[in-house]
Structure formats: C-alpha cells, structure tokens
Nanobody
Framework: QVQVVESGGGLVQPGGSLRLSCAVSGVTPDYYAIGWFRQAPGKEREGVSCISSSDGSTYYADSVKGRFTISRDNVKNTVYLQMNSLKPEDTAVYYC????????????????WGQGTQVTVSA
C-alpha cells in the first residue's frame, strides 16, 4: 500500500546537475521524515540528506554539503534532491526512505524504501 518511487537518475558529466524525485503515497507525510541514501559498489550505505516533517529541518552528509539541496512539495507529496557540481564519487544507486527522523538519519533505519535510481557521473 505504501509506495516510495524514485526517479530522475541518469548519466551526467562531472560538474553537471541532476534532480532526483521521491514520490510518496499511502502514508501520512506529516508523521515521517524523508531521506536520501546512496550505495556504491563495494561501499556501505551512506545517508545523503534528510528533511524533517515536523519542523522542516534539513540534514546533509559532509560530502555533499554546499552541492546538494533537499526540498519537499507537500501538495505533491514529493521530496526532491537537487544535485549540483556532481563528482565521479557521487556515482551510486540512490534510495529514498521514510522513517522517524532519529532512526532514519542517525541509525539509517527506514520504515519504507524505494527501489532506487542509478546516478552515474562520468566523462
């Protein structure tokens, strides 16, 4: 019943930009934080960014601060991740997840996960 669907991934050159979308349905957005995670081959899952439903606070991994921006459209129940100045090390499968804020961001534990969207940064 709960659906989390990512889109917007693709192939981009270094220095380019992409905007990922996470469309959520079947769950009350007010009760959850929504975050983006990524996993590259041979690496552990990494929290990228998260936005809180309670106060709108945003959180970012140090590796993406100043380059990525998370935002939320409450009308469309969609969370976006604007990625600028992309680097080859940003290459990964990006996942959207829903959960309680503390569990989601600090424990990397989500209640609902999307299937992921591939982001490849290469010349």
């Amino acid at each position: 019943q709960v659906q989390v669907v990512e889109s917007g991934g693709g192939l981009v050159q270094p220095g380019g930009s992409l905007r990922l979308s996470c469309a959520v349905s079947g769950v009350t957005p007010d009760y959850y934080a929504i975050g983006w995670f990524r996993q590259a081959p041979g690496k552990e899952r990494e929290g990228v960014s998260c936005i809180s439903s309670s106060d709108g606070s945003t959180y970012y991994a140090d590796s993406v601060k100043g380059r990525f921006t998370i935002s939320r459209d409450n009308v469309k129940n969609t969370v976006y991740l604007q990625m600028n100045s992309l680097k080859p090390e940003d290459t990964a499968v990006y996942y959207c997840a829903i959960g309680e804020l503390l569990n989601l961001w600090f424990r990397k534990v989500g209640d609902y996960w999307g299937q992921g969207t591939q982001v490849t940064v290469s010349a």
